[in-house]
């Protein structure tokens, strides 16, 4: 039996060729992971980390994985799509 997690997708930002999509997952859920994303990062306010996702535009598939800090919300790509950067909200 495995245990299963889900996550909560918030941002999306496409390569300059639109084939790779990353997105921004808020809060991960499931065993191993908690407690629940939140705005409120203050003392004391434990988030974990989380993830952000790379998606193969023309498969739907994620294809690559990258842990972040907690909180990821926005991200963006450099003009020439050699660069992502993403804010870790509680980060």
Not at 52 to 61: E, F, G, K, P, S
């Amino acid at each position: 039996m495995s245990a299963e997690a889900s996550g909560a997708p918030v941002e999306v930002a496409f390569t300059p060729d639109g084939t790779k999509a990353y997105v921004s997952n808020y809060s991960m859920y499931g065993a191993g992971f908690g407690p629940e994303g939140s705005d409120d990062c203050g003392p004391g306010n434990h988030t974990d980390s989380s993830y952000v996702y790379r998606v193969d535009v023309a498969t739907l598939v994620i294809d690559k994985v990258i842990k972040v800090g907690p909180g990821p919300k926005y991200v963006a790509i450099s003009p020439d799509g050699k660069y992502v950067v993403w804010s870790d909200w509680c980060g």
